[in-house]
């Protein structure tokens, strides 16, 4: 499917073609500070090339939990996040979806650390909810 988002102020803006396989609620500190809620929304991964951005974005790169780097874009006039990437997969990127254009493009399946919830964030009743990231095959 198509997809296209962008920042608030629409400096940075994404489109691509892709049908992203992992679509999760995340309830991890990094993404509580950076969702701006009790949580983040990420999708993905859809090949960084594949990805045409308006212009290159600031990144932040911090390490998680799992020893990965993960650097996190953002535009660096309106400070919105817009997309990340994660040590484990290089050359992919994944999308936040509170940057879509279609906000309902969006079909979360999971949520991840549910463990790390605030009570003001519960996790949904109607999605699988695991304490940390599920097991990975
Ligand atoms: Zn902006
Ligand atoms: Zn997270």
């Given at each position: 499917m198509r997809i296209s988002g962008g920042c608030l102020c629409g400096e940075v803006r994404f489109e691509c073609e892709a049908d992203p396989q992992f679509q999760i609620r995340c309830y991890c500190a990094d993404c509580r500070k950076l969702g701006g809620a009790g949580h983040a929304g990420w999708m993905g991964p859809v090949a960084a090339d594949a990805l045409s951005t308006s212009r290159e974005p600031q990144w932040f790169v911090s390490r998680a939990d799992s020893g990965n780097e993960v650097a996190r874009a953002f535009c660096p006039t309106c400070g919105v996040g817009v997309f990340g990437r994660n040590g484990m997969m290089p050359g992919m990127v994944f999308l936040r979806p509170s940057a879509l254009d279609d906000p309902e493009a969006f079909a979360p399946q999971m949520s991840v650390y549910?463990?790390?919830?605030?009570s003001w964030d519960a996790p949904p009743d109607h999605l699988p909810a695991f304490p940390q990231m599920p097991p990975m095959s």
């Amino acid at each position: 499917m198509r997809i296209s988002g962008g920042c608030l102020c629409g400096e940075v803006r994404f489109e691509c073609e892709a049908d992203p396989q992992f679509q999760i609620r995340c309830y991890c500190a990094d993404c509580r500070k950076l969702g701006g809620a009790g949580h983040a929304g990420w999708m993905g991964p859809v090949a960084a090339d594949a990805l045409s951005t308006s212009r290159e974005p600031q990144w932040f790169v911090s390490r998680a939990d799992s020893g990965n780097e993960v650097a996190r874009a953002f535009c660096p006039t309106c400070g919105v996040g817009v997309f990340g990437r994660n040590g484990m997969m290089p050359g992919m990127v994944f999308l936040r979806p509170s940057a879509l254009d279609d906000p309902e493009a969006f079909a979360p399946q999971m949520s991840v650390y549910a463990s790390r919830a605030p009570s003001w964030d519960a996790p949904p009743d109607h999605l699988p909810a695991f304490p940390q990231m599920p097991p990975m095959s």
